[in-house]
């Protein structure tokens, strides 16, 4: 019985949590912003609606998430920094050729998460496997062909609307006046 | 509607976004992805009651059972990472649930840095999402 009441959750006190343990800090033009809290909310609320949708097709796993989209976005880097090569491949109905696709190391993965590489070289395994990612003599490439998954196109579908929504939040807060 | 617009380009640079403020977020401090998105899921909860115009209201505690619905992370890990939030003072338990202390000592919540680094990120997101056309209001 004893260890029982040993083993019970120490609750703070609700007044406890509202006392600032921190100094006072400096003037901030963000934090003081009217809508500060609103506008941290939407932002979390953008975070886990895009976690929800991009890790489901993941098995939620979120690292193997998490290097999916750092692998694809270094794929597109390329194509997406130059207006001429945008125009031809910024959508999905085209493939980014080659010649045009940056590609990734395990070792460039793990200094761009911050994930150990030991992780990164499991987790990359599992979407070779899942056949997501592909291995080229260069490095990593998202498979070129996903365009046409449609797990793939369910997960992008919904990112458009969700942030309009962020903006549309964001805006009638105007926090995006700069 | 989805006909036009570019999903390659809303893609891209909404997870560069997203990249950008996690990278930032966890440069110097002790977390990984989890932590961050259990930490999210939680401040979120709490925020609602001063959200919903309950002014003065103390945050709205969340059960690890509800965080571990809302990610669909398994419920001991969900335990574990609590608790080492928790050792870290990142988040408190109280009776009504997990709360997230904003002025912890790991730089994550009231971090003047961080807070205008995300609206520099998101003032540029929107941006560059209108300039390609892409519809957000």
Redesign the interface.
Known sequence: MEKMKNRR??????????K???PD??P????DHPF??????F???F??R???SV??IFE?D??AA?LF??I??RN?EKV?ADPRL?EQ????SSTIPPEHALLISRMALAR????PRETVRRKVQKLIDKGWVVELPGGLRARPDLNRHADY?SV??P??Q???RL??Q??STG??N? | MTKDIDFRLVGRLSVAYLMALASAAMRDSPLDYLDLLIVTAIADANNRPALEGRRGAAPAGVSRNGVSRKLHVPLETVRRRVAALIGRNILSDREDGLVFLPANKEGIGSNAELDALNLDLLRQLFAALRAHGVPLD
């Open positions: 959750r120490q609750f703070a006190a609700p007044e406890d949590v509202l600032p343990v921190l800090p400096a901030s033009p963000v934090r500060s809290r609103a506008i941290a909310h932002v979390a609320e975070i886990l895009s976690a929800e890790s489901g939620h979120y690292e998490i989209m750092t694809s976005n597109s997406m945008r491949y910024g959508s999905y761009a998460t911050g994930l196109v992008l579908e990112q458009a969700n942030l309009r903006f549309a964001l805006l926090a995006l700069a």
